[in-house]
């Protein structure tokens, strides 16, 4: 087992106080967006000693990863962990399927665009599913809601660009309406003004204050992202899109295709190895409406939350559809010292367990390792099955 150190990632919308207070360090006035806990090239978290995750896979791929993980994910590791503290809003975005990232990552590189390059879109190969799982109250917004539904929420605003976007629902009210309404708002051609989607935000704000408003949450919502991006037709486009609410312990998966921003929590993010973010609006980093009309998805759809399941007394999981990751949370009460039998977690392969709360000792075939709140060790496929106690919580990230 390997200690890792991971990389952190200081982004504006990060929170100066939940990371640092996460993994038991010293908060500098920054703000501490992400931890990143895995091999990726562009930022990989490193063992003692200061060697990268990913050249210390690659130089042992069958030990490290187990050679049926090697082999199906080209020896890589094909996950990777974070933890994300969001005191502000996420810019408003969607990310590839694999296929259009491998085509579109292969000609931003035959056109010797460079992985740093701020007109870079594309950093890798993957595809970018992901699952969030909520560590403290996690609000967002994600996918579609039905054009019938948006044509009630946007009813009665009485503005010009509103009206423009109901009329849009009522006479198309299926998918090619509702990428009509999101066109009119991310198009550089049909990009709306600031002034209005200013007037679009007052009409929210009155609203709400009168009480009149058929969704309350995404007025308030509306409101909130103008106050950090005033201007911004993405804020505009939350009323499109559905309200998510988790409590610690709940989960929601964001599939390919699928439009979300994430506003405010601490979560753990699963997702595949990839950093391939498009960008709709909502930031002051590049925004490529063309690549994000290409691969959104405007398909109604709830959110899709990710119910866990019990595997055992002290582990569950949750499960994606796909085959890149899942993720399990154990929760250990050992208090008289170690049990006679250490308990068995579920999952196999290469492994990243990453401390929550507590204190745990992980026992595998090549020995044991202490593991405490914040802490991220590695386990090599080779070490076998994972046991544990303790008093203590751990993630396990794993390949399914």
């Known amino acids: 087992m390997f200690d890792l150190t991971g990389h952190l990632q200081h982004y504006e919308w990060g929170s100066q106080t939940a990371l640092p207070e996460f993994l038991g360090q010293e908060a500098d006035g920054d703000p501490w967006a992400e931890v990143w806990f895995g091999a990726h090239p562009l930022a990989p978290a490193t063992v003692p ?36 503290a969001a005191e502000r809003p996420l810019s408003l975005q969607v990310h590839p399927t694999r296929e259009h990232a491998a085509e579109s990552f292969a000609a931003e590189s035959a056109a010797g665009i460079a992985l740093d ?27 579609f809601r039905t054009p019938r539904r948006a044509a009630v929420i946007l009813d009665g605003l009485g503005t010009d660009l509103t009206d423009r ?24 051609s049909l990009r709306p003004s600031t002034s209005a989607v ?18 309350p949450r995404i007025d308030r919502s509306v409101t909130l992202l103008a106050e950090h991006h005033p201007g911004d037709p993405g804020v505009v486009a939350a009323l499109l899109l559905n309200p998510v609410s988790l409590q610690p312990g709940e989960a929601m998966f964001v599939p390919a295709g699928a439009l979300h921003s994430y506003i405010s929590g601490t979560g753990i993010e699963i997702m595949a190895a990839s950093d391939n973010v498009l960008r709709a609006g909502l930031t002051p980093k590049r925004v490529d409406a063309d690549e994000v009309l290409q691969c959104v998805s405007v398909t109604a759809a709830p959110p899709l939350r990710v119910a866990p399941e019990r595997q055992n007394p002290t582990s569950i999981a949750y499960y994606a559809p796909v085959d890149d990751f899942e993720l399990a949370i154990t929760e250990l009460t050992d208090s008289l010292g170690a049990p006679i039998e250490p308990h068995r977690i579920p999952g196999s392969g290469p492994r990243i367990v990453l401390g929550l709360g507590g204190a745990t000792t992980l026992v595998t075939s090549a020995g044991s ?11 090599p496929a080779a070490d076998g099955p994972l046991r544990a ?8 990230a794993s390949v399914p």
């Not at 198309?172 to 009119?184: I, S």
């Not at 007052?202 to 204050?209: H, N």
């Not at 390792?369 to 386990?379: C, E, T, W």
């Not at 106690?389 to 396990?396: I, L, N, P």
Request: aromatic content about 6%; some cysteine; overall charge positive.
């Open 165 to 188: 976007l109901h009329r849009l629902l009522l006479e198309n009210p299926t998918a090619h309406g509702m990428r009509a309404a999101f066109r009119t708002l991310v198009s550089t």
């Open 389 to 396: 106690w303790g008093a203590g919580s751990f993630a396990q």
């Open 49 to 84: 000693g200061g060697a990268r995750l990913d050249d210390v896979l690659d130089a042992e791929p069958d030990r490290m990863l187990g050679s049926d993980v090697a082999r199906a994910f080209g020896g890589r590791l094909p996950y990777l962990l974070k933890v994300i």
């Open 198 to 215: 200013d007037e679009v935000v007052e009409a929210c704000r009155a609203r709400a204050e009168a009480g009149t408003s058929p969704s």
């Open 369 to 379: 390792h202490p593991l405490r709140a914040g802490q991220a060790v590695f386990v």
């Open 117 to 143: 390059s701020p007109r870079r879109t594309y950093r890798d190969a993957n595809h970018k599913p992901e699952m969030l799982i909520a560590l403290t109250p996690f609000t967002a917004l994600c996918g």
